[in-house]
């Protein structure tokens, strides 16, 4: 895999066609437009020349440069241009120019980000719908890392939910801030301080499952509290408490992610089989269990 993307911005302006502002981050624009060959809708997003993140690999005893968030969205995506095929958005171009880079994305139809979901929403999500978002981000992260991503920053606003299905359907965005996924840990701080995990603020230090897990459980806790602004640091000092009020099942959850110590913490696989998300599934003759870990 290489970053060798076109460096003609004529050729971007010849096969794309740059429409209104659709969202502004901490690392570039993104705009809406379409591809001028047969009109499809695209995001179109432009990152600063300083902003742009490189890694070296090594493929085939040669070492490469590649543009992290480019190989990142490729093998997230598993390489396919097609559209609406995973919970990733796909990357169908990129224009590595002199002063930017430029991705162009799918653009789902239907859709809006969580955070503007919830807040148009005026209040908590219904537990099921919460619950269906939580499956289908815990399915999308599983994938993810089975194929070294690590989104590192998941949060409300850098997930999209597409309402033209029979249930929401969740897709993740912005890999701005991701790495490739490893079991060694992480010591640079990257994505959204807020939602960190513990053992950043502890020890400075940070693993990319157990990372995943603690973000998947504060977007769960936003989504059942319509709380905006939770902060890793004011759970740790037992500022933000799990509702009284919820179900068993939403507690059940919310434990399993928001456990402080990460080898304590749910994996992945164990949150994928617990019975508490799978009843938001197709019924199967699987039989599953997970910790309870209500005090």
Excluded at 34 to 44: M, S
Excluded at 127 to 144: F, N, P, S, T
Excluded at 165 to 191: A, Q, W
Excluded at 252 to 265: F, H, K, S, V
């Amino acid at each position: 895999m290489s970053s060798s993307g076109n460096t003609s911005r004529l050729d971007f302006a010849r096969k794309y066609i740059q429409l209104a502002p659709i969202g502004t981050g901490g690392f570039g624009s993104v705009y809406s437009g379409y591809r001028v060959a047969d009109l499809l809708p695209v995001a179109i997003k432009h990152v600063p020349r300083k902003d742009i993140g490189f890694e070296q690999v090594v493929c085939n005893g040669k070492v490469y440069n590649v543009i992290l968030e480019v190989a990142l969205m490729l093998k997230a995506t598993g390489l396919t241009e097609s559209v609406g095929q995973s919970a990733a958005v796909s990357l169908f171009d990129w224009f590595i120019l002199e002063d930017e880079l430029i991705l162009v994305m799918e653009r789902p139809a239907f859709c809006k980000d969580l955070h503007s979901y919830l807040k148009a929403h005026r209040g908590p999500l219904d537990e099921r719908e919460a619950k269906i978002i939580l499956r289908q981000l815990v399915d999308a992260a599983i994938d993810m890392h089975s194929k070294g991503v690590f989104h590192r920053d998941i949060k409300l606003q850098n997930i999209l939910v597409q309402f033209n299905y029979e249930e929401p359907r969740v897709r993740v965005i912005d890999f701005g801030c991701g790495n490739f996924s490893t079991e060694e840990s992480y010591f640079t701080l990257c994505g959204t301080p807020a939602y960190f995990p513990p053992e950043w603020f502890d020890y400075r230090t940070y693993w990319a499952r157990p990372t995943t897990v603690w973000q998947l459980g504060v977007l769960f806790y936003s989504l059942l509290s319509a709380h905006e602004h939770f902060k890793t640091t004011d759970f740790i000092s037992n500022h933000i408490h799990i509702s009284s009020t919820l179900s068993t099942d939403c507690k059940i959850l919310l434990n399993m992610c928001l456990t402080r110590d990460p080898a304590e913490r749910a994996t992945l696989e164990e949150l994928q089989l617990c019975p508490a998300l799978r009843e938001t599934r197709p019924q199967t003759n699987q039989t599953c269990t997970c910790p309870t870990l209500l005090q």
